[in-house]
């Protein structure tokens, strides 16, 4: 016991300040932190702002965020607790396989989110499929329940193996369905359930055309690990196995380091777990300590830190071009407040949570974030500029650079009914006076 306690307190702090100060800021993680941001603020998740996850992630993170301080590094602590109690509840008195794996989750802590949370709790379900607990069925239900209730497409495809493995299934189903069961009563019980389902379900389709392959390298890796977990399942009838081949989709459609990291990484437990070959075991060893030191130890050394002295963000390493564009953008928004002001730019939900307002869902415009019907935001913004003056900042770099998310629909619209007037920022275009006028 004295030695879990030990490695949970030396793997939550090292993860914690890695994560904090030694990582630049990510959109992703900004996204994840804003959507806990805004519970604690009072929104409603599909009602006020939008998200096209289920929002238990989002709901649990908000509770460290509500009693001890919406802040960015509160955020981030949450998370390393989280992840390593579980990496400790994992251990197996092997040391060097817990710390290998800890190495590997720490080079994903940058961008804490959903996908972390799932990924921590694969593994567990992994770890419970191989334990002696009396009522292991039972947690891998709720525990599989849970990814459900955080990203809908990885829950239900998870499902699929252990509903056919399991010997009670009425039984199971129940278990399975008591963490997304609770999060409808929430929805109802907030009136947010039509919307939750027009985001996280009927928006889908246009989620796809997020479609990316940022090297065909991972497409042919991934390749190579569904035939290698076929022929293991195949051969062992490990059931571990199947939830390692269908936790492979969370690639799908963004196939880029991030997603491609995530899905192996349960990969790499379960390995060093089973596997147990000397030449592998040094492989894995060795790969996040080199990463670690060339993609972040040594553009540190080089170029140094960026410490924020915003408070929500205070000492968060946010990154030369992130610190200085979106103070300007702050300092804009707070000179001009009489006019309604939409931020399309990579700075929304920075320049937000930096200014303590509430965020909407105009703030977040990705492909596949704004549910099934898209035109309904260029509704919006023609009712709201009606009778308003609006101004329009936009990064045209974002909509048109290749692998971007951010939705076309917005910048033509903005581009064809209104006028440019200057710039704000490098890179940040301010657009002002409608063309009809």
């Excluded at 949450?78 to 190495?103: E, G, Q, R």
């Excluded at 060893?285 to 410490?307: D, E, K, Q, R």
Aim: hydrophobic share 45%; aromatic share 18%; net charge positive.
């Amino acid at each position: 016991m004295r030695r879990k306690i030990i490695l949970f307190s030396v793997m939550t702090i090292f993860m914690t300040i890695f994560s904090y100060f030694f990582t630049i800021v990510n959109g992703d993680e900004l996204w994840n932190y804003g959507f806990s941001y805004n519970i604690v603020k009072g929104a409603i998740p599909y009602k006020d702002f939008n998200m096209v996850l289920l929002p238990l992630y989002s709901l649990i993170m908000a509770i460290p965020l509500r009693f001890i301080g919406n802040n960015l590094f509160v955020y981030h602590l949450s998370n390393a607790i989280f992840i390593c109690s579980i990496l400790t509840i994992v251990d197996n008195n092997k040391t060097f396989n817990t710390i290998c794996l800890f190495l590997f989750i720490t080079l994903e802590s940058f961008v804490y989110g959903y996908n972390c949370f799932i990924m921590t709790l694969l593994i567990l379900a992994l770890y419970l499929e191989n334990s002696k607990y009396k009522y292991k069925n039972e947690l891998i239900g709720i525990v599989l329940g849970c990814i459900l209730a955080t990203k809908q497409n990885i829950g239900i495809m998870l499902f699929i193996p252990y509903i056919l493995h399991s010997k009670e299934k009425i039984k199971s189903i129940c278990y399975y369905l008591i963490p997304i069961t609770i999060t409808i009563i929430y929805l109802i019980f907030n009136d947010a359930l039509f919307e939750c389902i027009d985001y996280c379900f009927l928006g889908l389709k246009n989620f796809n055309s997020n479609f990316i392959i940022k090297s065909p390298i991972f497409i042919i890796i991934i390749i190579i690990l569904i035939i290698f977990l076929i022929n293991r399942y195949r051969k062992t009838k490990d059931i571990n196995y199947l939830y390692l081949l269908f936790f492979l989709t969370i690639n799908y459609p963004l196939f880029e380091i991030f997603h491609f990291m995530i899905g192996i990484i349960p990969l790499v437990y379960y390995l060093l777990e089973k596997e147990n070959n000397y030449y592998l075991n040094m492989v894995l060893y060795s790969f996040p300590i080199v990463i670690i030191c060339l993609a972040y130890i040594h553009p540190i050394i080089t170029n140094g830190l960026y410490l924020s002295n915003i408070d929500v963000y205070k000492y968060r390493n946010v990154g030369e071009n992130v610190d200085s564009e979106s103070i300007k953008i702050v300092n804009f928004i707070g000179d001009n407040s009489n006019p309604k002001i939409f931020n399309f730019t990579l700075y929304s939900y920075f320049v937000k949570i930096a200014m303590d307002k509430k965020i909407d869902k105009f703030d977040l415009i990705n492909k596949g974030n704004m549910g099934s019907n898209e035109e309904k935001y260029i509704e919006d913004i023609d009712k709201t500029c009606r009778n308003k003056k609006c101004l329009f900042l936009i990064n045209e770099y974002i909509f048109e650079a290749y692998g971007s998310q951010t939705n076309p629909i917005i910048k033509d619209y903005v581009i064809n009914n209104y006028e440019f007037c200057k710039n704000i920022t490098h890179s940040n275009s301010l657009y002002c006076k409608k063309k009809t006028e």
